[in-house]
C-alpha cells in the first residue's frame, strides 16, 4: 500500500523557516516525479513545487525564490525548505507524485487516491 508521511510543519513567525520532509513507502519515489502540494484557507490544493527524476524542479509563482524542493531517493524522502515564510503560505502541506491523475500503480490504483494527512504550516507573529 502506498502511503506518505508528512512532517516538519508547525507555529513560525514571518520570515522564518521550516523544513518539512515526507516519507514514502510502498512506491520507490525514484522512479516518478514527485511534488509538494498545499491547501491554504479558503482555497484549493495547489502544486508548491515538484522535482522529476532527472532532477528538474519547478515552483508555483508564489513560493518562487524562497521555497527549495529536494528528493534523497536512497531515503525514499522528499523534502520541501520554507524560508522567508509568509503569513500566506499558512495552510496544511502534502507531498504526492507530480501527475496524481495520470499515475497508477501496478494494480491500477490512482495515486490521488494516496493522500496522506499533511503537516499544518502556521506562519503567524
Known amino acids: 500500500q502506498v502511503q506518505f508521511v508528512e512532517s516538519g510543519g508547525g507555529l513560525v513567525q514571518p520570515g522564518g523557516s521550516l523544513r518539512l520532509s515526507c516519507a514514502a513507502s510502498?512506491?520507490?519515489?525514484?522512479?516518478?516525479?514527485m511534488a509538494w502540494y498545499r491547501q491554504t484557507p479558503g482555497k484549493q490544493r495547489e502544486l508548491a513545487a515538484s522535482?522529476?527524476?532527472?532532477?528538474?524542479?519547478e515552483y508555483g509563482d508564489s513560493v518562487k525564490g524562497r521555497f527549495t524542493i529536494s528528493r534523497d531517493n536512497a531515503k525514499n524522502t522528499v523534502h520541501l525548505q520554507m524560508n522567508s515564510l509568509k503569513p500566506e503560505d499558512t495552510g496544511v502541506y502534502y507531498c504526492?507524485?507530480?501527475?496524481?491523475?495520470?499515475?497508477?500503480?501496478?494494480?491500477?490504483?490512482?495515486?490521488?487516491?494516496?493522500w496522506g494527512q499533511g503537516t499544518q504550516v502556521t506562519v503567524s507573529s
Open positions: 504526492n507524485v507530480r501527475d496524481v491523475l495520470s499515475t497508477y500503480t501496478s494494480s491500477g490504483v490512482r495515486f490521488d487516491t494516496f
Open positions: 510502498g512506491v520507490s519515489i525514484g522512479v516518478h516525479a
Open positions: 522535482i522529476t527524476r532527472f532532477n528538474t524542479i
